[in-house]
Protein backbone atom coordinates (compact mmCIF):
# COMPACT_ATOMS: atom_id res chain seq x y z
CA UNK A 1 0.00 0.00 0.00
CA UNK A 2 1.26 3.16 -1.01
CA UNK A 3 1.01 6.18 0.96
CA UNK A 4 0.41 9.12 -1.43
CA UNK A 5 0.67 12.67 0.44
CA UNK A 6 2.41 16.25 -1.05
CA UNK A 7 3.59 16.73 2.77
CA UNK A 8 5.90 13.67 2.05
CA UNK A 9 6.69 14.20 -1.99
CA UNK A 10 10.37 15.13 -2.14
CA UNK A 11 11.45 17.84 -5.14
CA UNK A 12 14.82 17.07 -6.70
CA UNK A 13 16.71 20.11 -6.87
CA UNK A 14 17.92 21.31 -10.16
CA UNK A 15 22.17 22.19 -10.55
CA UNK A 16 23.62 25.45 -9.43
CA UNK A 17 24.50 27.42 -12.22
CA UNK A 18 28.01 29.21 -12.19
CA UNK A 19 28.54 33.01 -12.76
CA UNK A 20 31.33 33.01 -15.71
CA UNK A 21 31.52 37.00 -15.84
CA UNK A 22 31.54 37.39 -12.02
CA UNK A 23 34.57 34.85 -12.50
CA UNK A 24 36.39 36.25 -15.08
CA UNK A 25 36.13 40.25 -12.94
CA UNK A 26 37.93 37.83 -10.11
CA UNK A 27 40.73 36.62 -12.01
CA UNK A 28 41.33 39.54 -13.72
CA UNK A 29 41.32 41.26 -10.02
CA UNK A 30 43.74 38.71 -8.84
CA UNK A 31 46.10 38.71 -11.96
CA UNK A 32 46.35 42.81 -11.22
CA UNK A 33 47.10 42.70 -7.65
CA UNK A 34 50.08 39.73 -8.38
CA UNK A 35 51.21 41.97 -10.95
CA UNK A 36 50.99 45.70 -9.05
CA UNK A 37 52.76 43.53 -5.87
CA UNK A 38 55.73 42.25 -8.02
CA UNK A 39 56.53 45.23 -10.26
CA UNK A 40 55.24 48.34 -8.49
CA UNK A 41 55.89 48.23 -5.03
CA UNK A 42 58.97 48.02 -5.14
CA UNK A 43 59.35 51.28 -7.05
CA UNK A 44 57.24 52.96 -4.51
CA UNK A 45 59.53 54.99 -1.92
CA UNK A 46 58.74 54.48 1.86
CA UNK A 47 56.20 57.47 2.77
CA UNK A 48 57.66 60.27 4.75
CA UNK A 49 61.12 59.64 2.98
CA UNK A 50 62.79 62.60 1.75
CA UNK A 51 63.26 62.12 -2.36
CA UNK A 52 66.62 61.87 -4.25
CA UNK A 53 65.95 64.08 -7.04
CA UNK A 54 69.57 65.40 -7.82
CA UNK A 55 69.89 69.74 -8.53
CA UNK A 56 71.64 71.07 -11.32
CA UNK A 57 74.45 72.98 -10.77
CA UNK A 58 74.82 76.61 -12.08
CA UNK A 59 77.88 75.81 -13.77
CA UNK A 60 76.20 73.74 -15.96
CA UNK A 61 73.21 76.10 -16.77
CA UNK A 62 76.01 78.54 -17.91
CA UNK A 63 77.93 75.72 -20.16
CA UNK A 64 75.07 75.26 -21.95
CA UNK A 65 74.78 79.74 -21.93
CA UNK A 66 77.93 79.87 -23.43
CA UNK A 67 77.38 76.51 -26.34
CA UNK A 68 74.22 78.85 -27.10
CA UNK A 69 75.75 81.93 -27.31
CA UNK A 70 78.55 80.38 -29.78
CA UNK A 71 76.18 79.47 -31.99
CA UNK A 72 75.03 83.14 -32.20
CA UNK A 73 71.58 81.97 -30.02
CA UNK A 74 71.65 85.07 -27.85
CA UNK A 75 68.12 84.97 -26.55
CA UNK A 76 68.10 81.70 -25.60
CA UNK A 77 71.53 82.26 -24.13
CA UNK A 78 70.63 84.67 -21.96
CA UNK A 79 67.81 82.88 -20.66
CA UNK A 80 70.40 80.31 -19.67
CA UNK A 81 72.65 82.45 -17.72
CA UNK A 82 69.32 83.37 -15.98
CA UNK A 83 69.02 80.15 -14.86
CA UNK A 84 72.61 79.53 -13.32
CA UNK A 85 72.23 83.46 -11.62
CA UNK A 86 69.05 81.50 -9.99
CA UNK A 87 71.13 79.32 -8.38
CA UNK A 88 73.87 81.12 -7.67
CA UNK A 89 73.19 84.92 -7.18
CA UNK A 90 76.94 85.81 -5.62
CA UNK A 91 78.91 84.76 -8.63
CA UNK A 92 80.02 87.82 -10.09
CA UNK A 93 81.01 85.70 -13.17
CA UNK A 94 77.81 84.88 -14.00
CA UNK A 95 76.61 88.60 -13.89
CA UNK A 96 79.41 89.61 -16.58
CA UNK A 97 78.28 86.93 -18.86
CA UNK A 98 75.36 87.44 -19.23
CA UNK A 99 76.35 91.31 -19.67
CA UNK A 100 78.13 90.66 -22.44
CA UNK A 101 75.48 88.75 -24.11
CA UNK A 102 73.43 91.31 -23.92
CA UNK A 103 75.55 93.67 -24.94
CA UNK A 104 75.70 91.97 -28.36
CA UNK A 105 72.25 91.27 -28.55
CA UNK A 106 71.16 95.34 -28.03
CA UNK A 107 69.73 94.71 -24.66
CA UNK A 108 71.70 97.61 -22.69
CA UNK A 109 69.32 98.09 -20.19
CA UNK A 110 69.43 94.52 -19.06
CA UNK A 111 73.20 95.10 -19.46
CA UNK A 112 74.14 97.63 -17.69
CA UNK A 113 71.53 95.72 -14.74
CA UNK A 114 73.58 92.95 -14.66
CA UNK A 115 76.98 94.75 -14.86
CA UNK A 116 75.89 96.71 -11.80
CA UNK A 117 75.08 93.69 -10.02
CA UNK A 118 78.85 91.58 -11.54
CA UNK A 119 80.59 95.72 -9.71
CA UNK A 120 78.04 94.78 -6.39
CA UNK A 121 79.34 91.51 -5.91
CA UNK A 122 83.49 92.36 -7.17
CA UNK A 123 85.08 95.19 -7.55
CA UNK A 124 87.00 93.12 -10.84
CA UNK A 125 88.51 94.73 -13.35
CA UNK A 126 86.18 92.69 -15.55
CA UNK A 127 82.78 93.72 -13.90
CA UNK A 128 84.01 97.69 -14.04
CA UNK A 129 85.06 97.01 -18.07
CA UNK A 130 81.50 95.27 -18.94
CA UNK A 131 79.58 98.08 -16.80
CA UNK A 132 81.66 100.72 -18.67
CA UNK A 133 80.76 99.39 -22.09
CA UNK A 134 76.71 98.64 -21.16
CA UNK A 135 76.82 102.69 -20.13
CA UNK A 136 79.03 103.55 -23.05
CA UNK A 137 76.33 101.38 -25.60
CA UNK A 138 73.04 102.80 -24.06
CA UNK A 139 73.95 106.17 -24.28
CA UNK A 140 75.08 105.66 -27.61
CA UNK A 141 71.68 104.25 -28.52
CA UNK A 142 69.91 106.79 -26.67
CA UNK A 143 71.82 109.18 -29.17
CA UNK A 144 73.92 110.86 -26.60
CA UNK A 145 77.77 111.31 -27.28
CA UNK A 146 79.24 112.37 -23.77
CA UNK A 147 79.92 109.02 -22.43
CA UNK A 148 81.80 110.75 -19.38
CA UNK A 149 80.56 107.92 -16.94
CA UNK A 150 81.65 105.25 -19.39
CA UNK A 151 84.89 106.63 -19.38
CA UNK A 152 85.45 106.40 -15.92
CA UNK A 153 84.29 102.88 -15.61
CA UNK A 154 87.04 101.85 -18.02
CA UNK A 155 89.37 103.71 -16.98
CA UNK A 156 88.66 102.08 -13.44
CA UNK A 157 89.41 98.57 -15.28
CA UNK A 158 92.58 99.96 -17.01
CA UNK A 159 94.19 100.95 -14.12
CA UNK A 160 92.41 97.80 -11.97
CA UNK A 161 94.38 96.05 -14.66
CA UNK A 162 96.35 97.05 -17.96
CA UNK A 163 96.23 93.35 -19.08
CA UNK A 164 92.78 93.05 -19.88
CA UNK A 165 92.17 93.16 -22.92
CA UNK A 166 88.54 93.08 -23.03
CA UNK A 167 88.92 96.87 -21.50
CA UNK A 168 91.51 98.02 -24.21
CA UNK A 169 88.91 97.22 -26.92
CA UNK A 170 85.86 98.46 -25.41
CA UNK A 171 87.57 101.81 -24.29
CA UNK A 172 89.00 102.25 -27.92
CA UNK A 173 85.21 101.94 -29.60
CA UNK A 174 84.47 104.97 -26.83
CA UNK A 175 86.87 107.44 -27.81
CA UNK A 176 85.74 107.30 -31.17
CA UNK A 177 82.49 107.57 -30.62
CA UNK A 178 83.25 110.76 -27.78
CA UNK A 179 84.93 112.59 -30.34
CA UNK A 180 87.09 111.51 -34.10
CA UNK A 181 89.98 113.99 -32.50
CA UNK A 182 90.65 111.09 -30.14
CA UNK A 183 91.81 108.76 -32.72
CA UNK A 184 95.64 108.26 -32.00
CA UNK A 185 94.18 107.07 -29.18
CA UNK A 186 91.75 104.76 -29.88
CA UNK A 187 94.05 103.32 -32.10
CA UNK A 188 96.61 102.86 -29.47
CA UNK A 189 93.72 101.30 -27.30
CA UNK A 190 93.04 99.11 -29.90
CA UNK A 191 96.18 97.75 -30.92
CA UNK A 192 97.43 97.21 -27.17
CA UNK A 193 93.94 94.89 -27.19
CA UNK A 194 94.81 92.83 -30.31
CA UNK A 195 98.58 92.32 -28.96
CA UNK A 196 97.26 91.09 -25.41
CA UNK A 197 94.30 89.04 -26.65
CA UNK A 198 94.94 88.26 -30.53
CA UNK A 199 92.02 85.82 -30.39
CA UNK A 200 89.42 88.22 -28.70
CA UNK A 201 86.90 89.08 -31.08
CA UNK A 202 85.88 92.82 -29.46
CA UNK A 203 90.07 93.38 -30.29
CA UNK A 204 89.43 92.70 -33.86
CA UNK A 205 86.38 94.49 -34.04
CA UNK A 206 87.71 97.58 -32.05
CA UNK A 207 90.25 97.53 -34.63
CA UNK A 208 88.45 97.21 -37.68
CA UNK A 209 85.94 100.31 -36.16
CA UNK A 210 88.72 102.43 -35.90
CA UNK A 211 90.14 101.93 -39.48
CA UNK A 212 86.79 101.80 -40.84
CA UNK A 213 86.06 105.24 -39.61
CA UNK A 214 89.30 106.49 -40.45
CA UNK A 215 88.56 105.79 -44.19
CA UNK A 216 91.08 102.93 -44.11
CA UNK A 217 88.51 100.31 -45.59
CA UNK A 218 91.11 97.61 -46.43
CA UNK A 219 93.21 97.15 -43.31
CA UNK A 220 89.06 97.56 -41.82
CA UNK A 221 88.02 94.53 -43.70
CA UNK A 222 90.82 92.40 -42.84
CA UNK A 223 90.25 92.78 -38.82
CA UNK A 224 86.65 92.47 -39.29
CA UNK A 225 87.46 88.70 -41.21
CA UNK A 226 89.58 87.88 -38.23
CA UNK A 227 86.40 89.29 -35.69
CA UNK A 228 84.01 86.61 -37.93
CA UNK A 229 86.86 83.92 -38.25
CA UNK A 230 86.70 83.96 -33.70
CA UNK A 231 82.75 83.93 -33.90
CA UNK A 232 80.72 83.69 -37.16
CA UNK A 233 77.21 83.62 -36.09
CA UNK A 234 76.97 87.30 -34.75
CA UNK A 235 74.77 89.09 -36.97
CA UNK A 236 76.58 92.37 -36.21
CA UNK A 237 79.51 91.16 -37.42
CA UNK A 238 78.65 90.81 -40.84
CA UNK A 239 76.89 94.19 -41.04
CA UNK A 240 80.43 95.50 -40.12
CA UNK A 241 82.01 93.24 -42.77
CA UNK A 242 79.32 94.10 -45.00
CA UNK A 243 80.18 98.13 -44.63
CA UNK A 244 83.69 97.04 -45.09
CA UNK A 245 82.83 95.54 -48.49
CA UNK A 246 81.37 98.73 -49.23
CA UNK A 247 84.07 100.85 -48.48
CA UNK A 248 86.49 98.69 -51.11
CA UNK A 249 83.40 98.94 -53.46
CA UNK A 250 82.75 95.33 -53.44
CA UNK A 251 79.10 95.48 -53.61
CA UNK A 252 78.47 91.83 -54.43
CA UNK A 253 80.09 90.79 -51.65
CA UNK A 254 79.09 93.83 -49.19
CA UNK A 255 75.12 92.09 -50.27
CA UNK A 256 76.35 88.61 -49.34
CA UNK A 257 77.66 89.81 -46.06
CA UNK A 258 74.08 91.62 -45.05
CA UNK A 259 72.47 88.40 -46.56
CA UNK A 260 74.23 86.52 -43.72
CA UNK A 261 73.65 89.02 -41.06
CA UNK A 262 70.15 88.57 -41.99
CA UNK A 263 70.06 84.84 -41.91
CA UNK A 264 71.56 85.10 -38.21
CA UNK A 265 68.65 88.11 -37.56
CA UNK A 266 65.95 87.52 -39.09
CA UNK A 267 63.51 90.11 -37.40
CA UNK A 268 66.98 92.73 -37.83
CA UNK A 269 65.60 95.35 -40.27
CA UNK A 270 69.15 96.80 -40.65
CA UNK A 271 70.80 94.38 -43.34
CA UNK A 272 67.63 95.02 -45.31
CA UNK A 273 68.39 98.49 -45.70
CA UNK A 274 71.82 98.14 -46.11
CA UNK A 275 71.27 95.95 -49.20
CA UNK A 276 68.39 98.65 -50.31
CA UNK A 277 71.30 101.48 -50.13
CA UNK A 278 73.87 99.10 -51.80
CA UNK A 279 71.12 98.54 -54.21
CA UNK A 280 70.65 102.33 -55.04
CA UNK A 281 74.37 103.00 -55.24
CA UNK A 282 74.31 100.76 -58.19
CA UNK A 283 71.18 102.70 -59.68
CA UNK A 284 68.64 98.91 -59.21
CA UNK A 285 65.93 101.26 -57.81
CA UNK A 286 63.73 98.56 -57.85
CA UNK A 287 65.91 96.03 -56.27
CA UNK A 288 66.20 98.93 -53.75
CA UNK A 289 62.71 99.67 -53.07
CA UNK A 290 61.80 96.27 -52.35
CA UNK A 291 64.57 95.51 -49.80
CA UNK A 292 63.67 99.21 -48.61
CA UNK A 293 59.91 97.43 -48.04
CA UNK A 294 61.14 94.66 -46.19
CA UNK A 295 62.86 96.75 -43.81
CA UNK A 296 59.25 98.65 -42.99
CA UNK A 297 57.61 95.43 -43.00
CA UNK A 298 59.96 94.29 -40.03
CA UNK A 299 59.76 97.26 -38.31
CA UNK A 300 56.56 99.93 -39.49
CA UNK A 301 56.83 101.96 -36.38
CA UNK A 302 61.01 102.97 -37.26
CA UNK A 303 60.37 106.23 -38.81
CA UNK A 304 64.01 105.71 -40.21
CA UNK A 305 63.15 102.33 -42.52
CA UNK A 306 59.77 104.91 -43.97
CA UNK A 307 62.61 107.60 -44.87
CA UNK A 308 64.64 104.95 -46.95
CA UNK A 309 61.51 103.65 -48.23
CA UNK A 310 60.61 107.17 -49.10
CA UNK A 311 64.24 107.94 -51.12
CA UNK A 312 63.81 104.43 -52.89
CA UNK A 313 60.55 105.39 -54.19
CA UNK A 314 61.54 108.78 -55.13
CA UNK A 315 64.52 107.61 -56.83
CA UNK A 316 62.24 105.06 -58.46
CA UNK A 317 60.12 107.66 -60.24
CA UNK A 318 57.08 106.74 -57.69
CA UNK A 319 56.55 110.22 -56.09
CA UNK A 320 52.63 110.04 -54.11
CA UNK A 321 54.53 106.96 -53.13
CA UNK A 322 57.79 108.62 -51.60
CA UNK A 323 55.67 111.46 -50.11
CA UNK A 324 53.33 109.04 -48.33
CA UNK A 325 56.52 107.74 -46.42
CA UNK A 326 58.23 110.97 -46.42
CA UNK A 327 55.70 111.97 -44.69
CA UNK A 328 55.67 109.43 -42.19
CA UNK A 329 59.55 109.85 -41.74
CA UNK A 330 59.17 113.56 -41.08
CA UNK A 331 55.72 114.06 -39.77
CA UNK A 332 55.06 110.85 -38.04
CA UNK A 333 51.24 109.32 -38.20
CA UNK A 334 49.40 106.51 -37.02
CA UNK A 335 49.15 102.71 -38.79
CA UNK A 336 47.35 99.62 -38.03
CA UNK A 337 50.69 98.90 -35.64
CA UNK A 338 50.34 101.37 -34.17
CA UNK A 339 52.15 105.29 -34.11
CA UNK A 340 55.30 106.70 -35.91
CA UNK A 341 57.13 109.22 -34.35
CA UNK A 342 58.55 111.88 -36.51
CA UNK A 343 62.24 112.59 -36.50
CA UNK A 344 63.43 116.07 -36.47
CA UNK A 345 66.25 117.37 -38.85
CA UNK A 346 69.30 116.12 -38.07
CA UNK A 347 72.43 115.15 -40.11
CA UNK A 348 72.45 112.73 -43.22
CA UNK A 349 70.63 110.18 -43.71
CA UNK A 350 67.80 112.72 -41.70
CA UNK A 351 68.80 115.53 -43.73
CA UNK A 352 68.22 113.61 -46.87
CA UNK A 353 64.46 112.36 -46.04
CA UNK A 354 64.09 115.94 -45.44
CA UNK A 355 64.87 117.79 -48.69
CA UNK A 356 64.09 114.39 -50.86
CA UNK A 357 60.57 114.82 -49.09
CA UNK A 358 60.81 118.24 -50.72
CA UNK A 359 61.75 116.93 -54.19
CA UNK A 360 59.08 114.72 -53.87
CA UNK A 361 56.15 117.37 -53.07
CA UNK A 362 57.50 119.05 -56.15
CA UNK A 363 57.26 116.26 -58.18
CA UNK A 364 53.46 116.06 -57.47
CA UNK A 365 52.64 119.61 -57.66
CA UNK A 366 52.96 120.79 -54.50
CA UNK A 367 55.65 123.56 -54.59
CA UNK A 368 53.46 125.53 -51.28
CA UNK A 369 54.27 122.57 -49.05
CA UNK A 370 57.75 122.17 -50.55
CA UNK A 371 58.95 125.48 -49.78
CA UNK A 372 58.62 125.85 -46.11
CA UNK A 373 60.66 122.28 -46.14
CA UNK A 374 63.63 123.72 -48.16
CA UNK A 375 63.22 127.10 -45.85
CA UNK A 376 63.72 124.91 -42.95
CA UNK A 377 66.91 122.80 -44.54
CA UNK A 378 68.43 126.17 -45.23
CA UNK A 379 67.86 127.52 -42.17
CA UNK A 380 69.30 124.65 -39.97
CA UNK A 381 72.00 123.64 -42.31
CA UNK A 382 73.54 126.70 -44.82
CA UNK A 383 77.42 124.78 -44.71
CA UNK A 384 76.10 121.18 -45.96
CA UNK A 385 76.76 121.38 -49.31
CA UNK A 386 74.89 117.93 -50.13
CA UNK A 387 71.40 120.12 -48.86
CA UNK A 388 72.11 122.92 -50.43
CA UNK A 389 72.64 121.36 -53.50
CA UNK A 390 69.08 120.29 -53.35
CA UNK A 391 67.77 122.37 -52.07
CA UNK A 392 68.61 124.98 -54.85
CA UNK A 393 67.64 122.29 -56.84
CA UNK A 394 64.02 122.38 -55.37
CA UNK A 395 63.36 126.25 -55.06
CA UNK A 396 64.88 126.59 -58.90
CA UNK A 397 61.42 124.07 -59.67
CA UNK A 398 59.19 126.10 -57.93
CA UNK A 399 60.51 129.37 -59.45
CA UNK A 400 61.89 131.02 -56.25
CA UNK A 401 64.88 131.61 -57.35
CA UNK A 402 66.27 131.70 -60.92
CA UNK A 403 69.56 129.76 -62.52
CA UNK A 404 72.48 132.26 -62.21
CA UNK A 405 73.86 133.22 -66.04
CA UNK A 406 76.37 130.69 -66.88
CA UNK A 407 75.32 128.65 -63.52
Not at 5 to 19: A, H
Not at 286 to 307: C, F, I, S
Request: glycine fraction near 6%; proline fraction near 7%.
Amino acid sequence: MYLQSSKYRLKRKSPRRFNLALIFVLCVLIVAATLFQAYVVPIIPPPFLPTSTPTRPASSYASDADKLFKDGKLIPSIEMYKQAILLAPTNSDLYVAISRVQIFAHDYQGALENAQNAVLRSKSAIAYAVYGEALYRLEKDQGGNTFAEADKQLRKSIDLDPSLALAHAYYAEMLMDMDWANWKNASSEARTSVTLAPGLLESHRAMGYIYYLTGNYSEALAEYLKAVDIHGKLADLWIYLGDCYQGVTEPQNAIEAYLKASALAPQNPDPMARISRTYAREGEYGKAVQYAETAVNLAPLDPRNHGLLGVMYYHNREYQKAVTQLTLAIAGGTLDAGAVTGLPLGPFPVSEYYWTYGLALVKVGRCPDAIPVFQLLQQQMPDDPDVMANVTDGLMQCKVITPTPGG
